[in-house]
């Protein structure tokens, strides 16, 4: 099946600090969504981009699907953007479900 | 618009026992999915249904089940508990036609 590489699996940022957070995948997709995933465990929806690039507010998001990955930017951060930050894609070739890489976990101290 | 709910938020079992979980979809959507996540990993896929039909399956036994009902709602029943079962159970609906996802906030399972 799909695989979904993200890197790097930990960054430590002062706040303030811009970041850059990697996804790689290794075949074709329907759907690419990053998520914030909270202290609570909520996933929350940051970006729905299987192409293109999009932004919001002090995030951006770029996915070039014809090399396989995505980047998700983050300028000026915060404390409150600490967390997990997932990359989950679904394949062309196998149904619908949401493939999600390990993760990113982000800390941002003051 | 009310987002996706779940119900129970957290949950302890022991070994051995039958659990429900429930899960409501945002208004409109059709699809719901369920996942599990253990700590430290990404969500895993368990199932989709959608118009009340299993259209996937992970990778999980068959003490995994779970069905759609008419007002699009969803239950994962999980059988026979075992301590690897301790997770986060996320449930996520999508609208027709549409890729994207919207999770709900998760039922925590403890199994003692």
């Known amino acids: 099946g799909i695989q979904v590489e993200q890197s790097p699996p930990d960054l430590i940022l002062q706040e303030g600090a811009n970041s850059t957070l990697r996804c790689n995948f290794s075949?074709?997709?329907?759907?690419l969504q990053w998520f914030h995933q909270n202290p609570w465990g909520q996933l929350i929806n940051l970006f729905y981009?299987?192409?293109g690039t999009k932004q919001n507010g002090r995030l951006s998001a770029t996915t070039v699907a014809t090399e396989r990955y995505s980047l998700l930017y983050i300028s000026s951060s915060q404390t409150t953007d600490s967390g997990v930050y997932f990359c989950?894609?679904?394949?062309?070739?196998?149904?619908?479900?949401?493939?999600f890489g390990k993760g990113t976990t982000l800390s941002v101290s003051s | 618009d009310a987002g996706v709910t779940q119900s129970p938020t957290h949950l302890i079992k022991t070994r051995g026992q039958h659990v429900t979980l429930r899960c409501s979809p945002i208004s409109g959507h059709k699809s719901v999915s369920w996942y599990q996540q253990v700590l430290g990993q990404g969500p895993q896929f368990i199932f989709q249904?959608?118009?009340?039909?299993?259209?996937g399956r992970g990778n999980f036994p068959d003490r995994f089940s779970a069905r759609q009902f008419p007002n699009y709602s969803s239950e994962l029943n999980v059988n026979a508990l075992l301590l690897g079962d301790s997770a986060l159970y996320l449930c996520?609906?999508?609208?027709?036609?549409?890729?994207?996802?919207?999770f709900g906030p998760g039922t925590r399972l403890t199994v003692l």
């Open positions: 981009i299987p192409s």
């Open positions: 996520a609906s999508s609208r027709p036609g549409g890729y994207e996802q919207f």
């Open positions: 989950a894609v679904v394949s062309m070739r196998a149904g619908t479900a949401l493939i």
């Open positions: 075949d074709s997709v329907n759907n």
């Open positions: 249904y959608y118009e009340k039909e299993e259209r």
